[in-house]
């Protein structure tokens, strides 16, 4: 715990370390080392958590490991709460939320986001690293009401992302409001004419705290 109450985590492995060459560059919007990789994970983690006044900082990377440090500020569960207009009408009354969502991001960091901002908007959330299990809430969903939230990360690293499941999930999901997700927002127009007509909006990443209730709201 720092002076200011929040909270500082120090997370180190053991690996080869990340070349000094490019460590100034690993917070970069779509810098990846990785042929698949999507370099958004360290950029989009490290901007919502400056968003919420903490940070998301490289302390040392060597021969023997790499070690960052997260900061969570002290009022970090307020910020969630207060950092956008609750989903509220100007008239005071509440607008309704979706009672479900359904989560496919490969990024565990963002996936914890999506859930802590979800739940506290009183939503069951589901949360999936991998499309087939994905699919299979779905199935499981679709037998009972099936009116929700489905947001889908577009690229999955291994596996298959949000485009090649949207088609059958909403088949499995007609009522359902789907949001496709990516840090590639200049591809989203070449992704609609693959999506041939189907009722999907998109997200860009990085997104807000503010950004993530909007989609909550049922009917937007």
């Given at each position: 715990e720092d002076e200011d109450g929040g909270?500082?985590?120090?997370?180190?492995?053991?690996?080869?370390g990340i070349p000094l060459?490019?460590?100034?560059?690993?917070?970069?919007?779509y810098f990846s080392t990785k042929s698949k990789g999507s370099g958004l994970g360290l950029h989009?983690?490290?901007?919502?958590?400056?968003r919420m006044n903490g940070g998301l900082d490289l302390v040392f990377s060597n021969s023997a490991g790499t070690?960052?440090?997260?900061?969570l500020p002290a009022d970090h569960g307020a910020e969630i709460e207060d950092s956008a207009p609750a989903p509220v009408e100007a008239d005071g009354t509440t607008t309704?939320?979706?009672?479900?969502?359904?989560?496919?991001?490969?990024?565990?960091?963002l996936r914890g986001l999506l859930q802590q901002v979800f739940e506290s908007l009183d939503m069951k959330v589901f949360t999936h690293e991998d499309a087939e299990s994905l699919m299979e809430s779905a199935a499981a969903l679709a037998k009972e009401d099936g009116y929700g939230l489905c947001v889908l990360d577009v690229t999955i690293e291994g596996g298959l992302g949000g485009l090649d499941v949207v088609d059958p999930l909403r088949k499995l999901l007609p009522r359902a409001k789907i949001i496709l997700s990516s840090g590639h927002s200049d591809l989203w127009e070449s992704w609609q004419s693959e999506l041939d007509g189907l009722d999907v909006g998109f997200l860009p990443k990085p997104f807000s705290i503010q950004d993530l209730r909007r989609t909550a709201i049922a009917g937007e």
């Amino acid at each position: 715990e720092d002076e200011d109450g929040g909270h500082r985590i120090t997370i180190t492995d053991e690996g080869h370390g990340i070349p000094l060459d490019i460590q100034h560059r690993i917070f970069e919007p779509y810098f990846s080392t990785k042929s698949k990789g999507s370099g958004l994970g360290l950029h989009v983690v490290r901007s919502l958590l400056k968003r919420m006044n903490g940070g998301l900082d490289l302390v040392f990377s060597n021969s023997a490991g790499t070690c960052f440090e997260v900061l969570l500020p002290a009022d970090h569960g307020a910020e969630i709460e207060d950092s956008a207009p609750a989903p509220v009408e100007a008239d005071g009354t509440t607008t309704e939320v979706y009672p479900w969502a359904l989560i496919l991001e490969d990024n565990a960091s963002l996936r914890g986001l999506l859930q802590q901002v979800f739940e506290s908007l009183d939503m069951k959330v589901f949360t999936h690293e991998d499309a087939e299990s994905l699919m299979e809430s779905a199935a499981a969903l679709a037998k009972e009401d099936g009116y929700g939230l489905c947001v889908l990360d577009v690229t999955i690293e291994g596996g298959l992302g949000g485009l090649d499941v949207v088609d059958p999930l909403r088949k499995l999901l007609p009522r359902a409001k789907i949001i496709l997700s990516s840090g590639h927002s200049d591809l989203w127009e070449s992704w609609q004419s693959e999506l041939d007509g189907l009722d999907v909006g998109f997200l860009p990443k990085p997104f807000s705290i503010q950004d993530l209730r909007r989609t909550a709201i049922a009917g937007e």
